[in-house]
């Protein structure tokens, strides 16, 4: 199992609660632990469904959603579904390479982003905005 090298200081990102969505363990483990590590408050789940009785309007600061492992049409549901009873509450789709990141659905981010980036990096730039 992955263990990242310890944070000095205070992350710029503690306190902050995301709900990740991902129906891997092995890579859903890893990403909670890195979020952890960064002093994010992190929910897991390993399903919609899972995460349809773990969310509630205007609790997470993000919901990182792996779209690649549900089907487009669960999955824009479950989008469009937490869009409209949270408009403070940000969605992230988890994609894969290139792109590794998109805050738009995936469709229009994979033509508009040409650049890899560390999904980590991209998270963080994010969520300190927030």
């Known amino acids: 199992m992955y263990h990242p090298p310890p944070l000095r200081g205070r992350p710029v990102l503690a306190g902050k609660k995301v709900l990740l ?24 789940a390993d399903s919609l469904q899972a995460a349809r009785f773990l969310w509630q309007p205007d609790v997470y600061d993000l919901i990182l959603l792996d779209v690649r492992r549900h089907l487009p049409g669960e999955a ?23 792109v590794y990141l998109s805050l ?9 982003e040409k650049q890899p980036r560390q999904w980590e990096e991209t998270l963080k730039r994010f969520l300190a905005a927030a």
């Open 104 to 112: 738009t659905w995936p469709t229009e981010a994979m033509d508009a």
């Open 21 to 44: 969505i991902d129906r891997n363990q092995p890579t859903r483990d890893v990403r909670a632990i890195v979020l952890r590590r960064h002093g994010i408050e992190v929910h897991t």
């Open 76 to 98: 824009l549901e479950f989008y469009e579904q937490i869009s409209a009873a949270s408009l403070h509450e940000r969605i992230a789709f988890l994609v894969g390479p290139p």
